[in-house]
């Protein structure tokens, strides 16, 4: 297998099954939160999906368009944030990690790639436990349960975190495109490297 190669499976691999986790892993954390609410117990139901694999994967196939939906619903809200700021002359990101990747190589892209996947786990997880963190709470006070507060709180944390992860992320993403883009323009980028954080 050459570099080439595996190059592609690992950013098919980045880009698309680890993308998909994420969503699966939100959709879980708001099914979770449902089923709690509902009886307060959700090992049941774990218990319940995993012994068959059909059920199973249909679980999972359920988890993975609730974290969707969750997530599109709440970018639409303005909740969470997925779309980073792109340089002035263009107007799609494919175009602007292409021309990235060409000037600086793929390792750079890399980083960027890291920091978009960073800011997708925030605002797939950060919308899912802001979805959990209202289900909770309406459950107690509609159906007047005891409120559980250690569980409530720690779905709060969650929401805080993720969300404040996503927004970092998105600033981090657009800073990078605006500063790689912005030495390619002023002729500063010959085989300068740049990596951004995780």
């Given at each position: 297998m050459n570099g080439r190669t595996s190059e592609?499976?690992?950013s098919l691999y980045e880009h698309f099954v680890l993308r998909d986790v994420v969503y699966a892993a939100g959709g879980a954390l708001v099914l979770g939160s449902a089923k709690y609410?509902?009886?307060g117990d959700v090992w049941s139901g774990a218990d319940y999906v995993s012994?068959?694999?059909?059920?199973?994967?249909?679980?999972l196939v359920a988890a993975y368009f609730?974290?969707?939906?969750?997530?599109?619903?709440?970018?639409?809200?303005?909740?969470?944030?997925?779309?980073?700021?792109?340089?002035?002359?263009?107007e799609e990101e494919e175009i602007v990690r292409w021309k990235i990747s060409k000037v600086y190589g793929r390792r750079t892209l890399a980083g960027i790639e890291r920091t978009?996947?960073?800011?997708?786990?925030?605002?797939?997880?950060?919308?899912?436990?802001?979805?959990?963190y209202y289900i909770l709470l309406a459950n107690a006070f509609l159906?007047?349960?005891?409120?559980?507060v250690p569980v409530v709180i720690a779905m709060a944390v969650v929401t805080l975190?993720?969300?404040?992860?996503?927004r970092c992320k998105l600033r981090q993403?657009?800073?990078?495109y605006r500063r790689l883009l912005g030495n390619i323009a002023e002729g500063v980028a010959g085989g300068a490297t740049h990596t951004t954080g995780s």
């Open positions: 592609l499976i690992g609410a509902w009886d012994k068959s694999v059909p059920l199973f994967l249909l679980f609730v974290g969707l939906l969750v997530q599109e619903g709440l970018t639409f809200l303005k909740v969470v944030k997925t779309a980073a700021a792109l340089p002035v002359d263009y978009i996947f960073l800011k997708q786990v925030g605002s797939t997880i950060g919308a899912s436990a802001f979805i959990s159906d007047k349960r005891v409120l559980d975190v993720c969300i404040g992860e996503n993403q657009s800073e990078s």
